[in-house]
C-alpha cells in the first residue's frame, strides 16, 4: 500500500462520514440543500468529521513518540497512565473550581496530564533494560491508581455515572462552537514532525544522546509537551479512546517498516482512517442511534492488540 | 526480635482487634449486634487469607514484588458481570438473582476467563508469567470499557445498585456465601499445602528450580489455578480490593526476611487480617462510614505502590 493509496481511502472515508448520519443529505443534490440541511452541514456534520481525523491523527502520533521515547512498542497514552491523568484533572477542575470555563478545565487536565508523564518516564526509564512487556503492565497499574483516585472523589461527590458518561469517547456531542480546543493539537503534531528523529535519539538514553549533542532534556521535555497537550485537548473535547495510540503505530510498524521519517506522515494518516471507519460503524450498527467512539475502538483495538501481541510473541 | 516473638504479637494484635471490632459500643440488643459482628469478623479473616495467599504465591511465581494477581482481569470480569446483570433485570435483579446464585456465577465467570487466559497462553509451551499478566490486562482493559458504556445507558437509580459493587464492602455481608466461601478457601489451602515447599524452590528462578528437579510448568500451572479461586472467591465474597495484597505482601517481607513460605504465607494472612480488620474499625468507628475500606485500602496500597516503584531501584 502506498501513501498515495492511503489518502484516496482517507479521502472518501472523509466523504462517507460527511454524508452518514440521521438527517438525511445526499451528495447528489448539492445545489438542491435547504437551509436546515446546510445547517446540519456546517454545525454537526462537518466539524464531526474534522474532529475525527484531528483526534485520530493526535492520537497515533501520540502513541508513537511515547514508543520511540521509551523504545517500547507497548507504550502509548492507554498504557502509560496519560488519559487516567487527562480524566483526574478534568474531574479535579470540575471540583475545585466549578465555575471556571474550558480554559481552566484544559489547563488542569493538561497540567496533570504533564506530570502523570513525568513519573511515568522515571519509572519506565528503571526498568527498562528488565523487560519490554514488563513498562505497559506497569502503566496500567499507575492508571488503575490514578483512576482509583479520580473514583474516590467521583463518590465523595456522588457522580460516579456521570463521570464515566463524560468520559467515555464519543464524537456525537462535537458541534460548531463547542469542539475548536482540539485545535490546539495540530501544532503539537506539527512540531512532533520537526522533531521526529530527536525523539528516536532520546529514546536511546541520556548518554548517547548526549554524546550525540542533543539536549536531552529540552528534547524530552518538548516530547512530554506535545504528547500531554493533544492527549488532555482530546480527553476534553471527545473524551477517552482506549488502544488508539497503541494498535495504528503498531499496525503501522508492522505494514510499512520502522523508519520514522517515513512513517510519522503514515502513522497520522492510518490515525485518521482508523478513527473514521470505527465511528462510521458505530454510527451504523444500531441506526439511528450511536454507539459511541470509546467503545467501538476499545473493543476493536483490543482485540487487534491482543493479535498483535500474540503474533509477536510466536 | 526473634520471628516467634514477631508472630506472637501478629496473632495477638489479630485476637484484640477482632476483639475490639466485637465488643466496642456493644448495643443493648447484643445478641444479634454480635452474630452480625461475628460473621463480620470472620468473612474480613476469610478475605483477608484468600487475598494474602494468593498475592504471595503469584509474587513468587512472577518472581516480583510489586505485582497482584487482581490485576489479571479479575475484577474487570466481576464488575461486567455485575453491571450486565443490572442491565438486563435493572431494579429487579435481587428478585431474579439470589445472592448465593450472583456469587457461584460470579466466581464461576471468573475461573472460565482464568482457565482461557491459561489455555491462551500455556498452549505454546514455554510460559511466560509477563505475557499472561499483560494479556490479563488487556482483556481486563475492554472489559471494564465495556462496563463502562453499559453504565453509561443504565438508568441513574439503578446505577446505585452496579456502584455498591464497585466498592468493596463488608457490610453487605450474606451468611450463607460466607460458609461457601470458607469452604473453598479451606479447600484450596489444604490441596495447596501438599507442595508449599516447591514455592521455595519456584523462588529461585526458572532454571534452578528445574535443575533442582521440580516440574516448573506444572508447578505453576497448580499455583496459578489456586490463585484464580481464591481471588475469584475473595472478589465475589466482598468486591474488589485491587491493591491490598501489595500492601501487605511488602509488609510481611519486610518484617519477616525470609524465603520459606511456610513461614511467609502465614504471616501474611496475619497481617492482612490485622490491616483489614483495623481499616474496617477506622472506617466504622472514626469516619462514621463517610468513606468505604476499599477506597481506604486503595489509596494506601497505590500510593505504596508508587513509592516502591520510585524508591527501590530494583522492581
Redesign the interface.
Known amino acids: 500500500m502506498k501513501i498515495s493509496q492511503l489518502i484516496i481511502l482517507l479521502f472518501l472515508l472523509v466523504i462517507l462520514s460527511i454524508f452518514v448520519g440521521v438527517s438525511d443529505i445526499s451528495l447528489l443534490n448539492f445545489l438542491k440543500w435547504d437551509e436546515q440541511q446546510r445547517l446540519v452541514m456546517v454545525i454537526s456534520r462537518i466539524p464531526r468529521t474534522a474532529a475525527l481525523i484531528l483526534a485520530g491523527v493526535g492520537m497515533s502520533v501520540c502513541g508513537l513518540i511515547m514508543q520511540q521515547m521509551t523504545q517500547n512498542r507497548f507504550v502509548s497514552p492507554t498504557t502509560a497512565g496519560s488519559l487516567d491523568a487527562a480524566k483526574m484533572g478534568i474531574l479535579a477542575s470540575l471540583i475545585f473550581i466549578p465555575q471556571a470555563g474550558l480554559w481552566f478545565k484544559s489547563l488542569f487536565a493538561f497540567g496533570f496530564t504533564f506530570l502523570a508523564s513525568i513519573i511515568f518516564l522515571k519509572i519506565a526509564d528503571r526498568i527498562r533494560y528488565r523487560n519490554v512487556i514488563f513498562i505497559p503492565i506497569v502503566g496500567l497499574m499507575f492508571g488503575g491508581i490514578l483512576n482509583s483516585i479520580t473514583t474516590f472523589f467521583a463518590y465523595k461527590n456522588d457522580i460516579v455515572q456521570n463521570v464515566n458518561a463524560w468520559m467515555m469517547g464519543d464524537f456525537s456531542g462535537v458541534l460548531q462552537g463547542q469542539y475548536e480546543l482540539i485545535y490546539f493539537s495540530v501544532p503539537a503534531v506539527v512540531i512532533t514532525y520537526l522533531y521526529a528523529n530527536k525523539f528516536t535519539l532520546v529514546g536511546m538514553g541520556e548518554d548517547f544522546s548526549k554524546n550525540l549533542g542533543l539536549n536531552y532534556r529540552a528534547v524530552m521535555n518538548i516530547g512530554l509537551f506535545c504528547v500531554s497537550l493533544t492527549v488532555s485537548v482530546v480527553v476534553l473535547t471527545i473524551g477517552t479512546i482506549p488502544f488508539l495510540g497503541l494498535v495504528v503505530p503498531n499496525i503501522v510498524s508492522v505494514l510499512f517498516g520502522d523508519n520514522l521519517k517515513n512513517t510519522l506522515p503514515i502513522t497520522a494518516i492510518f490515525g485518521a482512517i482508523f478513527l473514521l471507519i470505527c465511528d462510521i460503524l458505530g454510527r451504523l450498527i444500531i441506526f439511528p442511534f450511536e454507539i459511541p467512539i470509546g467503545m467501538t475502538v476499545g473493543l476493536i483495538g483490543g482485540v487487534i492488540f491482543l493479535i498483535l501481541l500474540i503474533r509477536q510473541r510466536s | 526480635m526473634s520471628t516467634t516473638t514477631k508472630i506472637l504479637i501478629l496473632v495477638f494484635l489479630t485476637l484484640s482487634l477482632s476483639g475490639l471490632f466485637l465488643f466496642y459500643n456493644l448495643p443493648n440488643s447484643w445478641e444479634y449486634a454480635l452474630e452480625r459482628r461475628g460473621f463480620k469478623v470472620a468473612s474480613m479473616i476469610v478475605v483477608g487469607c484468600c487475598i494474602a495467599y494468593s498475592s504471595v504465591v503469584f509474587q513468587t511465581l512472577t518472581n516480583n514484588k ?2 497482584t494477581p487482581s ?1 489479571m482481569g479479575f475484577e474487570a470480569v466481576y464488575m461486567l458481570f455485575q453491571t450486565l446483570i443490572v442491565f438486563i433485570y435493572g431494579d429487579q435483579t435481587f428478585q431474579v438473582i439470589k445472592n448465593s446464585g450472583n456469587f457461584f456465577i460470579s466466581v464461576g465467570l471468573m475461573m472460565v476467563f482464568a482457565l482461557l487466559l491459561f489455555v ?1 497462553i500455556f498452549k ?1 509451551g514455554k510460559s ?1 508469567m ?2 499472561l ?3 490479563g ?3 481486563g ?2 472489559f471494564t ?2 462496563s ?2 453499559l ?2 445507558v ?1 438508568d ?1 437509580n439503578e ?1 446505585l445498585i452496579v ?1 455498591q459493587k ?2 468493596a464492602s463488608f457490610n453487605r455481608m450474606n451468611i450463607d456465601i460466607f460458609w461457601y466461601a470458607l469452604g473453598f478457601m479451606i479447600l484450596c489451602f489444604i490441596i495447596g499445602f501438599r507442595k508449599l515447599r516447591h514455592l521455595d524452590l519456584i523462588s529461585l528462578g526458572r532454571e534452578n528450580a528445574i535443575n533442582l528437579g521440580l516440574d516448573y510448568n506444572k508447578s505453576i500451572k497448580f499455583y496459578l489455578f489456586i490463585i484464580a479461586v481464591l481471588v475469584a472467591v475473595s472478589t465475589a465474597l466482598v468486591g474488589p480490593l ?2 491490598l495484597g501489595i500492601l501487605v505482601t511488602n509488609l510481611t517481607y519486610e518484617l519477616f526476611k525470609t524465603y520459606k513460605h511456610i513461614i511467609l504465607i502465614p504471616c501474611c494472612c496475619l497481617v492482612s487480617a490485622v490491616a483489614i480488620l483495623g481499616g474496617q474499625f477506622l472506617v466504622e468507628q472514626v469516619f462514621n462510614f463517610n ?2 475500606i476499599s ?1 481506604i485500602i ?2 494506601i496500597g ?2 505504596y ?2 513509592f516502591l ?2 524508591k527501590v ?1 530494583k ?1
Request: hydrophobic share 65%; proline share 2%.
Open positions: 510489586i505485582l490485576i491462551l505454546k511466560n509477563y505475557f499478566l499483560l494479556i490486562l488487556v482483556l482493559t475492554i470499557t465495556m463502562s458504556f453504565q453509561l443504565i441513574p446505577f456502584e464497585m466498592f485491587t491493591f468513606t468505604t477506597i486503595n489509596f497505590g500510593l505502590f508508587m516503584l520510585l531501584r522492581v
